[in-house]
Structures are given as C-alpha cells and as structure tokens.
C-alpha cells in the first residue's frame, strides 16, 4: 500500500527516547489482558486428560468438527531455512514508548532448564510488510540479546478431532523470549512488528493465538525466503486444518508489548541526578558543540533531527514541570 497521510504523520512520530522508567504491560495480541499471552493454556485438555502438575497444555483449537493442524510455524534463521513473522497492532492517541517485545515459540524435546533461544532480530514497519509502499521505521536484522524463560505451558495438537486425535504430550515446551526496545516511541496508528530467532539449532515454531472454539481469523505473515522451485517472499500464516476438507484459516501470532504510555523524556541531561537549571546550560552547551557533560549519545533532546535552539526550550520546558517535547 502507499503511504498515507496518516502513515506520514505516525512515521514523524517514531522516535528513541532518553532512559525510562519500568513499562507496563500495554498490549497483548489476541488477548484482553495485555499482561497474559494468548495461548489458551488450561489446566486439562478438550478429551479430558489433566497436564502435568503445575504446567497447562496450550491446545490447538476446533470448531465445527474442524480442528487447527500446525501446533507450530518456523521463524527461525536456520540452514536453509530463512522465517519471520509479522503482526499488526494498533496504538491509541497518545502513542506509547516502546519496552520490550515477548515472542513464544517452542523447540521439539526442549524442555529445559535452559532455553533454547538465545538471540532475536526484531523490525517495526508502517504498513504490512510485503505490500507496495510499506517500509521499516525501527529495527534490522541484527541479533539482539534475549532473556527466554519457560512459559509453564506445553503446546499439544488437538485431542478431540478425528481421525486420530492426539493424545497430549510434554515435548512441545513453549518459551517466553523477550527483547529490550530502546525507548521506541510510536504515535497513533497501525504499526506492524516482525520478528525472526536467530543462532538456534532445532529450529523455533510459533503457535498461534489460540482462543477456545475458534480457529482463528487473523492477518499475520510470514516470511520465507525461497528455496528450490518456491520463491519465497511475505506470505498469509495459514493452518490447513483437519481433517483434510477443513478449510484454511489465516493466523494471529501471541506477543506481548512493554513500556509507558505517552511519550517518555528526562532531562537530567548532565545525569547529574537532578533536573535543574545545570540542565539547562548543559544543553546549550552541547548545542554549541561542548558534549563534555552531556550525558547522552547526542544533543537532539527533542529528537525532531536537528540540534539547536528548540532543543534547549525543550529542556527548559521540561525542567520548567512542562511536558515531553
């Protein structure tokens, strides 16, 4: 798609921001509770059969004798394996400033202590990626450090759904990857994020938002790079279903966003522990080219690109008790 107006003015309101204080839980993909992953975890499965103490199965659901048949999807970096995924969500007026992102996935027979996932590369778009006019306005493909740790929930295939329902097993492990943002601040709009995990052997499988009785109705990609006769590109996330005559549905991908509502400054610009006038001066100092006491990567404090006498109202602003610029 091209770029809209709206598009334009969410862009101009992408920014990283000074440090921050701990987020909150702000959004969660599928869920209501932007705290819990949507993962349908329950503490018995549809036929019956109680998961193991202190753990939950995340079962694939079914609906109308049809039931979902991938309990994973790829997205990883692996071999000749090359997946990402991509999800919409949608931030309100105000924007929020970006935290941390958490992704799931599980890796066959990885059960622990340790996670099997040490890396992730991470990007935030306007628009879908793939479509015409679409374009990343944070992130690349480099490997960030993560903090994974186990979600407590075991994801099985359908236990009800003939032919052959599945009985639940404890080899699908679901892992909670989570990934420091820094301070990405995103205004009002539909933005997209894209994920991949990166340096894992065994590969990384995604389930999908899983929500009781629904099969899913959701617009999420995925990328794969080509191979063979395949070409490759950003393609619709489908589960074909079970039995065979179950049609394919379009998939949503659980992640969960941290950070604070608004945009988020300090203006402790010397980091000095105190916001005052030494701020001040501080900053006009480094918008004369004297960076010795400012404590930042660089003097655009109101981060409009540009380093000048705006950046020193907006200091004065602040210390002042004003807003963020």
């Not at 340790?114 to 879908?128: D, E, H, K, Q, Y």
């Not at 329902?165 to 990857?177: C, F, G, M, Q, V």
């Amino acid at each position: 798609m091209n770029a809209s107006p709206a598009y334009v003015h969410a862009l101009a309101m992408v920014c990283l921001c000074g440090p921050q204080a701990l987020g909150d839980s702000l959004y969660s993909n599928g869920s209501a509770n932007p705290a819990v992953p949507a993962l349908g975890a329950s503490n018995i499965s549809l036929s019956g059969v109680p998961a193991p103490s202190g753990f939950f199965w995340s079962e694939c659901p079914a609906t109308g004798g049809f039931a979902n048949a991938m309990a994973g999807f790829s997205t990883h970096a692996q071999d000749a394996g090359q997946f990402r995924f991509a999800d919409d969500f949608a931030v309100p007026p105000g924007g929020w400033t970006l935290q941390s992102l958490t992704v799931f996935a599980y890796q066959p027979g990885a059960g622990g202590p340790a996670s099997p996932f040490t890396g992730l590369s991470v990007r935030l778009w306007i628009g879908r990626p793939g479509d015409p006019g679409s374009f990343i306005v944070w992130g690349d493909t480099t490997t960030h450090a993560v903090t994974s740790t186990s979600t407590g929930v075991y994801r099985v295939f359908n236990t009800n759904t003939q032919p052959l329902p599945a009985t639940p097993d404890t080899t699908r492990l679901i892992w909670a990857t989570r990934v420091e943002l820094p301070g990405v601040f995103v205004g009002e709009g539909t933005y997209w994020i894209d994920w991949q995990y990166t340096g894992v052997e065994g590969g990384a499988f995604s389930p999908a938002v899983t929500s009781a009785g629904s099969r899913g109705s959701g617009n999420a990609v995925q990328y794969q790079a080509a191979y063979g006769s395949l070409p490759g590109g950003w393609l619709p996330a489908l589960d074909t279903g079970k039995p065979a005559q179950a049609p394919d549905l379009a998939q949503d991908f659980p992640f969960l966003l941290e950070g604070l509502p608004g945009a988020q400054c300090d203006a402790d610009v010397n980091c000095d522990g105190a916001v005052n006038g030494f701020d001040i001066e501080v900053q006009e100092a480094a918008v004369g080219g004297d960076m010795a006491d400012y404590c930042a990567s660089d003097a655009d404090f109101n981060q409009d690109g540009a380093v000048n006498g705006n950046d020193v109202e907006a200091v004065e602003l602040v210390v002042g008790g004003g807003p963020c610029p």
